[in-house]
């Protein structure tokens, strides 16, 4: 029953720790552009038709550096389109955004060009594509194809792949794409990069004042400022819950096998009075009694280590490969795990032992 309860709490732990870090690798992991310091807010129709206005007005606020606009945030939400090109029909995911919003969040650039200003003028608007897209269906830079228009749209630049959506998914063909004059929508999620420094809710609140300035009719409470990072944890919501989960039941596996160890400690030290007595009469000290009782339970730990680390193993790598992208196996997370369950068994151990390893034998020999 302990090799059990020991061997369920180390692959808990070790579980849980792999489960922690895929998460924080995805949090911390590089996109492939720069979300630093990002916030965003849909600031609707009225104010994205007149962007500048908008702009103007947050220059006025030197805690906000620049904006641009999308129809959505970049990581989560996307749109997806089929289109015939060079005779054969192509699918990829696109983002409807403002000329300036590639050199904004800093993507890199390949080929050709980023979009200027001229193109928000063009009928059938511009077109960047990422490599994933380029390679696949061998797309070039000075192409046109049809969009949304009449008027074919230009391909005018390829950039470097970033990741769009969860890192469970592999990068598929994306392209940012400037609507031009001729637009379905005007993109109106404003995406503000902050000055390093920047109170958080300060800036909320100036936000919601130039808001309500350009356009009253929209309500303060139907305005939404949340940082960027926020739509990426989003993404992760059921990982999240898993490590809750996953370390609530290690917990509660920890506490039964203390209860295991306890109680089988407590029932020796009653029932082992006199040979502990007579083992300190002959010469035993207090260090060695206590290593006599901890070193059975370390032969029990090191069977269920041995029982533990495949099966941790097997588990998380089950679990890992769901993940395009994912964290690496860490050999110290597997001896992390067990030395965490050893640390609190000897403690128990020691602790109930240390008692009666420093009681006077002879009175134990009266007693017993």
């Known amino acids: 029953l302990v090799v059990f309860q020991f061997t369920m709490s180390c692959i808990l732990i070790i579980c849980a720790s792999f489960v922690y870090l895929q998460n924080r690798y995805m ?12 916030i965003t807010v849909d600031v609707g129709k009225t104010i994205a038709s007149q962007p500048q206005t908008f702009l103007d ?11 641009a606009f999308a129809s959505n945030p970049m990581v989560g ?4 389109w089929g289109r015939s090109y060079n005779g054969e029909q192509i699918f990829f995911n696109y983002l409807p955004v403002s000329w300036n919003y590639p050199e904004f969040m800093d993507i890199k650039l390949i080929e050709g060009r980023f979009f200027n ?3 928000d003028s063009k009928i059938g608007g511009t077109i960047i594509f990422n490599e994933t897209a380029a390679k696949k269906y061998n797309i070039k830079v000075g192409d046109f194809f049809s969009c949304h228009s009449s008027e074919k749209a230009e391909i005018v630049g390829i950039v470097k792949d970033f990741n769009f959506s969860s890192l469970q998914n592999s990068i598929e063909p994306y392209a940012l794409y400037n609507f031009g ?60 819950n898993l490590t809750k989960i996953i370390s609530l039941f290690s917990l509660v596996a920890i506490l039964i096998s203390l209860m295991g160890v306890f109680g089988i400690v407590v029932f020796e030290n009653q029932h082992r009075k006199k040979e502990i007595a007579l083992r300190k009469i002959h010469g035993s000290t207090a260090i060695l009694i206590l290593g006599m009782f901890n070193r059975k339970f370390i032969t029990i730990l090191a069977i269920s280590a041995v029982i533990a680390v495949p099966a941790a193993y097997f588990a998380v790598t089950q679990w890992l490969s769901g993940f395009e992208y994912r964290t690496p196996m860490f050999w110290w ?6 030395l965490v369950v050893a640390f609190i ?4 151990v020691t602790l109930q032992t240390y008692r009666n390893a420093n009681e006077n034998p002879v009175r134990a020999l009266k007693t017993e």
Do not use: C
């Open 117 to 119: 200003e001229e193109d």
């Open 77 to 80: 939400m996307q749109n997806g």
């Open 27 to 38: 949090q911390k992991y590089d996109y492939g552009f720069n979300r630093d310091r990002l």
């Open 333 to 338: 997370v597997f001896v992390a795990g067990i």
């Open 181 to 240: 004059s001729k637009g379905w929508f005007i993109p109106s999620l404003a995406h503000i990069r902050l000055s390093p420094g920047a109170d958080f809710k300060q800036i909320s609140e100036y936000l919601t004042f130039v808001i309500q300035k350009l356009d009253p009719t929209i309500e303060p409470e139907k305005i939404s400022i949340t940082p960027f990072d926020e739509n990426i944890e989003s993404l992760y919501t059921k990982e999240i």
């Open 57 to 67: 007005e947050l220059r006025k606020n030197t805690d906000i550096e620049n904006i």
């Open 345 to 348: 068994t000897l403690l128990t």
